[in-house]
């Protein structure tokens, strides 16, 4: 079977000469395409004002940081997740990142939907791997590069965290300011193409991890494909295993689809789907766009209307997501907390344990090595299950506590009975507030339609209750 995949990718690299090699000369026969569907779809041509959120983000800013991070720092949540969350990405908006193979279109996918092609701001294509950095796409006044040692040293941004990945990624991290009224709603993030026969310790940086880093905050990641690249390896595998968690954000595209005929598009779609099978373990298949993305009108004698059709619902897609952005970002905090919250149960379970086990004779880091490598002895997950409102599927692995235990003590910790204090009450108590009312309450509000300018923190205490100014002292 494998085989095959192989035998209609070949077929297919017959009949498609590839857009990048044939750029130059389609630039100076072919007419350019439409872009209307573009600007009407994304809603571009619109003078109204951007709507502020700035209450709303306030008010999440501060439930995080009252609410969430005492807990978090409290039992070192970061080092088991390596995810920190800052201000500057509570404030973010919303990041769509492009995957996929070498020169399958992602660049020139951006500059098309963009409008950047022949200008001074186009990312450069070509039929050759030509991106080898991982380019990020702001809103800025005028066109500015600015150097990932910079935007890492930037706190008001949200890749200061990116500092971790060393100096020899920040030398491939670039980002790039362009004056464009997209990019006011959206950030684009484009990537290196994988390339099989590419050792991780080539790149000099560690690219999974990198990659890692950018899945777990897009809101909508676009993995891209075309006709002559469609075999799986192991770079390839390793990103959809990356990717396992987030398929509602994945869009599988079929670029350059107007290159081949109706009968081998057919075959081609069904190769593509064989190949990621395996890896996507869904019961929904994944949703596939085949189209053509980039500035020139579609071949003649192919499908216009589906490819039309077929990238008018990406860009629905896009701006679903664009519209969304508060909604996913509240509901992203929330299960960041949800997560923070098992944690810190896993860790006091662990903690009580080891206590009960303790006698005047014993050897501590005998007694505790014991409950590490085999938790089910002590159910300790088992006892959080019974106990708490928590599902069997969000609980970590047990082998993730032997590195966390193995780098912090267990009796750095304290027990979550003792983390209280008479004003500030307890921190498990006001992370379970901020779960169950404090954030559905604010997403609620933004579902109701209410005014988000109207959320003033000043006036409620973005989570507290507010004070009745009525009643006596």
Known sequence: MRALVLLCCFVASLLLP?????????????????????????????????????????RLRKIYHSSIKPLEQSYKYNELRQHEITDGEITSKPMV????????????????????????????????????????????PKLKTIEGIVMAADSARSFSPLEKFGQNFLEKLIGMEVPHKLLERVTFVDTPGIIENRKQQERGYPFNDVCQWFIDRADLIFVVFDPTKLDVGLELEMLFRQLKGRESQIRIILN????????????????????????????????VYVSSFWPYDYKPDTHRDLFLREEISLLEDL??????????KIAFIRQHAIRVRIHALLVDRYLQTYKEKMTFFSDGELVFKDIVEDPDKFYIFKTILAKTNVSKFDLPHREAYKDFFGINPISSFKLLSQQCSYMGGCFLDKIERAITQELPSLLGSLGLGKNPGALNCDKTGCGETPKNRYKKP
């Open 18 to 58: 590839g857009q990048a090699e044939e750029a130059e000369d389609v630039s100076e026969e072919a007419p350019l395409r439409d872009r209307s569907h573009i600007e009407r779809t994304l809603m571009l041509n619109e003078d109204k004002p951007a709507d502020d959120f700035s209450a709303v983000l306030q």
């Open 97 to 140: 990142l492009f995957l996929g193979p070498w020169s399958v279109g992602k660049s020139t996918m951006i500059n098309y939907l963009l409008g950047l092609e022949n200008t001074r701001y186009q990312l450069y294509t070509g039929a050759e791997p030509t991106t080898s950095e991982f380019t990020v796409l702001m809103h800025g």
């Open 256 to 287: 350059k689809a107007d290159n081949l005929a109706t009968q081998m598009l057919m075959r081609v779609y069904g190769a593509l789907f064989w190949s990621l099978a395996p890896l996507i373990n869904v019961t929904e298949p994944p949703r």
């Open 319 to 328: 701006n679903q997501v664009i519209e969304n952005r508060l909604e996913n």
